[in-house]
């Protein structure tokens, strides 16, 4: 059967999405048509509205709707400590964690010569322009264990020792709950190098 042109462009459209391959677009096209249009109706009215009201926290760089996302703004956060992360996806996760209190900074990315993306696409230029105007004690560096991540953790250590700022790495090993004989290789190499006292 061939697909209404609408419909094959509602389908590569939704290719978009992380992970979404051909069948699995073409599964929520149908869905949305042929059991929910009023969810689609809702969807495209909240992309919509999303896409033209959402941007960019002046401080952290978050995605937030006002000018200063709700994590600036508020004053019980403790403001001589900043961690770096990669995405606003890993400012949400760090916030689930319940276990920090401080600001952040969001880099949309990390560096990767060989993509062109250097220290000033990822906003380098402006953590350094913070650092130096804000009273900043302790950066914690929370990009992920990849070599693209490593190396962004990697230049800003040495940029924020420049400054004369103190810098730490979270920690990385075997997840909570596991055993040892499924861990990777890695996992546990960074697990013994971060060992802690017992």
Request: aromatic fraction near 4%; charge should be negative; charged fraction near 25%.
């Amino acid at each position: 059967m061939a697909l209404s042109p609408l419909i094959r462009r509602l389908i590569e459209d939704l290719r978009c999405l992380p992970g979404v391959g051909p069948k699995s677009a073409q599964r929520m096209a149908f869905q949305l048509l042929e059991r929910d249009r009023n969810g689609a109706r809702r969807l495209a009215d909240t992309l919509l509205q999303s896409a033209e009201k959402i941007g960019h926290c002046t401080q952290c760089r978050t995605l937030c709707e006002t000018e200063l996302c709700t994590i600036c703004c508020d004053q019980r956060r403790d403001s001589r400590l900043i961690c770096v992360v990669e995405t606003p996806a890993d400012v949400v996760a760090l916030e689930q964690s319940s276990g920090y209190r401080g600001r952040y900074f969001v880099l949309m990315g990390h560096l990767s010569p060989l993509d062109g993306i250097g220290p000033n696409d990822i906003g380098l230029d402006l953590l350094a322009e913070q650092l130096k105007s804000d009273e900043v004690n302790e950066v914690i560096l929370a990009t992920n264990p990849t070599v693209e991540g490593e190396a962004t953790a990697h230049f800003i250590h040495d940029m924020v020792q420049r400054l004369g700022i103190t810098s730490s790495r979270i920690a990385f090993g075997v997840p909570l709950g596991s055993e040892l004989e499924y861990t990777d290789s890695e996992t546990l190499s960074r697990a013994l190098q971060g060992r802690q006292p017992f």
